[in-house]
């Protein structure tokens, strides 16, 4: 599982939001590049950064293990996943993919931010432990300072998003953040290694794409309504 602490849609409608919207995300998305925020580096964080990487696309993965990051920054990768090694590598030597440890450096300009931490089962009653979600979802809405989309790619419950959403629209600076989930359900270390999930990451890819520009236009589209 990833490590965080230690390992729907809610806009704000107002007359600059378009102008927000278009200027974080327009040109990119016309374009063939994104800039994507991946919290939690382990097996499904690490694997969905390098294959956003892969297509091109400006990718930062966050992790609060400072020595799981130093590890990543040396090219030392602390799971197995088939192609993995060779994806890291080539991306991060074409600067296309780099490590951070504070939330902060990494959001930034980005137009996507995935939450990938981990969600143990709680040891009283099994239940998915969603404290490292609702608190990655609350500092990337207390940190962010342009719209962006967030995205939940951590394996949650059913209901996960209307409470991801609440916490946005609490701690969210008056800022438009849209609420995605995308959970994560291909085995670790199977189901083809890197080659088969970077052809679903691709996929992944052009929906999303499709979500900001329906967002730009919503928002355009409120704006000229004013």
Request: aromatic fraction near 4%.
């Amino acid at each position: 599982e990833e490590s965080w602490c230690d390992d729907a849609c809610h806009h704000n409608r107002n007359p600059s939001a378009g102008r927000n919207a278009k200027r974080a995300v327009g040109a990119d998305i016309g374009g063939n590049t994104m800039r994507v925020t991946v919290i939690g580096s382990g097996y499904v964080g690490l694997v969905t950064g390098a294959c956003i990487a892969e297509f091109g696309h400006q990718v930062i993965c966050v992790d609060k293990d400072a020595a799981k990051i130093a590890r990543l920054k040396s090219g030392q990768i602390p799971i197995f996943e088939p192609g993995l090694s060779e994806l890291v590598a080539r991306n991060t030597r074409d600067g296309r993919l780099s490590f951070a440890t504070k939330l902060r450096d990494a959001l930034p300009g980005c137009d996507l931010a995935f939450i990938a931490v981990g969600t143990p089962p709680r040891p009283e009653d099994g239940v998915a432990d969603m404290r490292f979600v609702l608190t990655a979802a609350a500092e990337v809405a207390e940190t962010v300072t342009h719209p962006l989309v967030l995205v939940t790619k951590s394996t949650v419950p059913v209901g996960t998003s209307e409470r991801i959403e609440r916490v946005v629209q609490k701690t969210a600076r008056g800022v438009p953040v849209d609420v995605v989930s995308n959970p994560e359900f291909l085995r670790e270390g199977e189901d083809g290694g890197c080659s088969r999930k970077t052809k679903t990451t691709s996929f992944l890819m052009t929906l999303l794409k499709e979500e900001l520009w329906q967002r730009c236009l919503t928002s355009l589209s409120q704006e000229e309504a004013y």
